[in-house]
C-alpha cells in the first residue's frame, strides 16, 4: 500500500471546517434550485454513473405552495450521522473487520461531500459504499448476498457503484486509524519496558479501548479534517484517560523526537484537543429522531408520496412505522 505522505488521501481529501461546512452548503443550495425547478430534487442514475434531474413536473412548478419542503443543512447532518452509525451496523452484522467498516464511512463521506442527501438518498449510498469497501479491501461480498443479508434490492447497490466512484474522483484507497493504533501499541510495549504478563495484558485492553474510540472518531468529521496518525493518538489518548497505563504526553514527546522532531508537542495537543471536541459533539440519532427528516426526504425526492403516506394511514395504524431501519 502506498504511504500516506504522498497519497491522493492527504493531498485531496483533507479539509478544514470551513471547507466541509461550504461543500455542505452548496451541495443543499443545489437541490434546492432544483427542487424548485423540477418539483423534486430526485436523481436518475444509470449504471454507467451517468445521471440526470427527473423529468420537469409543471404542475408543482406552477403550484409553489404544494411543493415540498427542502432539507436544512442541519437536517441532512442528522440523517448523514444515522446512516453512518447503520454503516457501523451493518458491516458488524456481517462480522466485517474494522478496516472495511472505515473505508466504507470514508467513502460515504466523501460522497456526501459532492451530494446532497435529497439528491441522492443515503440508504442507498450506504449499501454502495460498503460494497465498494469490500471489493476495495480485497474481502468480496457480492451485492446479492449483501442485499439479501439486509432485505434490500441489490440492483439499487451495482446501479449506483459507477455514481460513487465517479464522486470519489476513483480515489479508493483510503487510511483509516486502525492501523496506526497497532503500530502505537507495539511501540508502547517498548516504552513502558512491559514484560510481565500482567503489563501485556493491560496494554491490550487499552488496544480494545482505543479501538471503541476510532469507532466513534470515523463517525465524526475527524477522517475529513486529520491524518490517521493523529486520530489513532486521539483515540489512545481516551483509552488511556480510562485505564491510566502510561504518561501520555512523555509518550507524545519520545515519539516526536524519534519520527517528527521539527514539529512542536503542542501542534499535536492542538489537534488531539481539536479530534476529542469532534467526539464530544458527536450525533448518534435513532430512527424516532430522524422520522420527520425522512419524511421531509421522501417528499423531495417523491413529491406524490406525501399523499400516498395519508392514505395508507386511514387504512393502517402500522404505517407510521418509517422502512428507515436498515437492519
Not at 461531500?113 to 460498503?130: A, F, G
Not at 523526537?257 to 514539529?263: F, G, V
Not at 492542538?270 to 440519532?285: H, V
Amino acid at each position: 500500500m502506498a504511504d500516506f505522505v504522498t497519497s491522493t488521501h492527504r493531498t485531496k481529501w483533507i479539509f478544514t471546517p470551513q471547507d466541509i461546512k461550504h461543500k455542505y452548503k452548496v451541495a443543499n443550495y443545489r437541490a434546492k434550485q432544483a427542487l424548485e425547478k423540477y418539483g423534486t430534487t430526485r436523481m436518475e442514475v444509470d449504471i454507467d454513473g451517468s445521471f440526470s434531474y427527473a423529468e420537469s413536473q409543471n404542475d408543482a412548478k406552477d403550484s409553489a405552495e404544494k411543493r415540498p419542503k427542502p432539507l436544512k443543512v442541519e437536517e441532512e447532518q442528522l440523517l448523514r450521522a444515522f446512516y453512518e452509525f447503520k454503516i457501523q451496523d451493518v458491516c458488524d452484522a456481517f462480522k466485517f473487520p474494522r478496516k472495511i467498516q472505515a473505508t466504507a464511512l470514508i467513502y460515504f463521506k466523501r460522497f456526501y461531500l459532492q451530494w446532497s442527501v435529497m439528491e441522492h438518498h443515503p440508504k442507498d449510498i450506504m449499501l454502495t459504499c460498503i460494497y465498494a469497501a469490500c471489493k476495495a479491501e480485497e474481502n468480496h461480498v457480492s451485492a446479492e448476498e449483501l442485499g439479501k443479508g439486509i432485505g434490500q434490492d441489490h440492483h439499487v447497490i451495482l446501479n449506483n457503484e459507477m455514481l460513487v466512484f465517479q464522486s470519489l474522483g476513483f480515489d479508493l484507497i483510503v487510511y483509516s486509524p486502525y492501523r496506526a493504533l497497532e503500530g502505537f501499541i507495539s511501540d508502547l510495549e517498548e516504552f513502558c519496558g512491559a514484560k510481565d504478563e500482567d503489563q501485556l495484558v493491560a496494554l491490550k485492553g487499552s488496544l480494545d479501548t482505543a479501538r471503541i474510540e476510532a469507532d466513534k472518531i470515523m463517525r465524526s468529521d475527524g477522517p475529513l479534517l486529520f491524518p490517521p496518525g493523529q486520530l489513532a493518538l486521539t483515540a489512545l489518548h481516551r483509552a488511556n484517560a480510562a485505564h491510566s497505563i502510561f504518561d501520555f504526553e512523555r509518550y507524545l514527546r519520545s515519539l516526536l523526537s524519534r519520527y517528527q522532531p521539527a514539529h512542536a508537542i503542542s501542534e499535536l495537543t492542538g489537534s488531539i484537543n481539536a479530534i476529542d471536541s469532534l467526539i464530544g459533539k458527536l450525533l448518534t440519532p435513532t430512527s424516532k429522531d430522524v422520522k420527520h427528516v425522512d419524511r421531509k426526504l421522501k417528499s423531495c425526492l417523491d413529491p406524490g408520496s406525501h399523499d400516498k403516506s395519508k392514505k395508507r394511514k386511514h387504512r393502517s395504524k402500522d404505517s407510521s412505522h418509517e422502512a428507515i431501519d436498515i437492519s
